[in-house]
């Protein structure tokens, strides 16, 4: 099964570009990427989702190599309100789907 | 806008007690999720439910069970509660795929 790492934090300024990275080792070939973003005192909010290359919203973009055994969320021009903690889920498509493996999580602080 | 929510926001109970947890989602949604949230750990998911009366175990079962009677609610149950079980428990819901998923915005349980 997957498992998923990330860093445990990161700080950067307003307006700069962040990206947050995430491994998952043994991803098979049909798991999706998810990445969710959370606020204190509330539950993750889902942000983006991918399977291959690149996937573009109007909150984020979400790189994923050939070998998809890494993920990479970018956050354009980031402002004190994402200071936030960010997590990338993969769901196994092997085990039925009643697995959900939620990285630990990386704390984003956006300083002005 | 996929409404859950979760009864309390904070739970104070005593060792031994039987605590319920309660899950409620307004969207009609077929899947719910139970999951515990501890620093350092990220969610891990305690049990999982794709339709009335249907459950399967997550990640970490042991210590709990659940209950979904009706399709908008899902509990989750502490027989015995026990001091390693305090932490934040979030409460999400899904339709159709997993990957995207709604969450409560969480209850804070301490078991004294």
């Known amino acids: 099964l997957a498992k998923t790492t990330q860093p445990i934090s990161m700080d950067s300024y307003e307006g700069q570009e962040v990206n947050i990275t995430c491994s998952h080792n043994?991803?098979?070939?049909?798991?999706?990427i998810t990445w969710y973003q959370q606020f204190p005192s509330q539950g993750p909010r889902f942000i983006i989702q991918?399977?291959?290359t690149k996937v573009t919203n109007e909150v984020a973009s979400l790189f994923i190599p050939a070998d998809r055994k890494s993920s990479t969320l970018s956050l354009p021009r980031v402002s004190l309100s994402d200071t936030a903690v960010y997590y990338c889920?993969?769901?196994?498509?092997?085990?039925?789907?009643?697995?959900?493996?939620f990285g630990a999580g990386t704390r984003l602080f956006v300083k002005a | 806008d996929v409404k859950v929510t979760q009864s309390s926001r904070y739970l104070v109970k005593r060792t031994g007690e039987k605590v319920f947890l309660e899950c409620v989602q307004d969207?009609?949604?077929?899947?719910m999720f139970w999951y515990r949230q501890d620093p350092g750990l990220g969610l891990r998911l305690i049990y999982f439910?794709?339709?009335?009366?249907?459950?399967e175990k997550g990640d970490i079962p042991e210590g709990y069970s659940v209950s979904r009677e009706k399709k908008e609610r899902f509990s989750l149950i502490l027989e015995s509660a026990s001091t390693n079980q305090t932490s934040m428990y979030l409460c999400?819901?899904?339709?159709?795929?997993?990957?995207?998923?709604?969450f409560g915005a969480g209850t804070r349980l301490s078991v004294l």
């Open positions: 999400a819901s899904s339709s159709g795929g997993i990957n995207i998923q709604y």
């Open positions: 043994n991803i098979a070939t049909n798991d999706y």
């Open positions: 991918g399977y291959k």
């Open positions: 889920l993969v769901v196994p498509t092997g085990t039925g789907g009643f697995k959900t493996i």
């Open positions: 969207m009609d949604h077929e899947n």
């Open positions: 439910s794709y339709d009335v009366k249907m459950k």
